[in-house]
Nanobody
Framework: QVQLVESGGGVVQFGGSLRLSCAAS????????MGWYRQAPVKQRELVAL???????NYVDSVKGRFTISRDNAKNTVYLQMNSLKPEDTAVYYC????????????????WGQGTQVTVSS
């Protein structure tokens, strides 16, 4: 069993900051990519930021320069520092991890957190 538990969401004013955390636990052999997605009402879920096991990062254009993804491999935890928040950043944010649960099969699985609400008021 693998669990991803997110924390750090909330309500913040325009221009404010929040830091999201996502900790993975359970029967984990190795974690490859970890990322954050978001889904606003009546919109499709979109990738916000992604980090690989080697530290490579990628961001959706709308958050570049404002959000920073980081990762603590020892803690199996990924963070999303969100600065200069805008009302259009309002969404449920989901953590995602691409991982393996054993070292023999080579199989990788995608796991999701339960989501955390971020609301930015204007």
């Amino acid at each position: 069993q693998v669990q991803l538990v997110e924390s750090g969401g909330g309500v913040v004013q325009f221009g404010g900051s929040l830091r999201l955390s996502c900790a993975a636990s359970g029967s984990i052999f190795s974690i490859y990519g970890m990322g954050w997605y978001r889904q606003a009402p009546v919109k499709q879920r979109e990738l916000v930021a992604l980090t690989t096991s080697s530290g490579t990062t990628n961001y959706v254009d709308s958050v570049k320069g404002r959000f920073t993804i980081s990762r603590d491999n020892a803690k199996n935890t990924v963070y999303l520092q969100m600065n200069s928040l805008k009302p259009e950043d309002t969404a449920v944010y989901y953590c995602n991890a691409d991982l393996s649960t054993d070292g023999n099969s080579g199989r990788r699985y995608a796991y999701w957190g339960q989501g955390t609400q971020v609301t930015v008021s204007s």
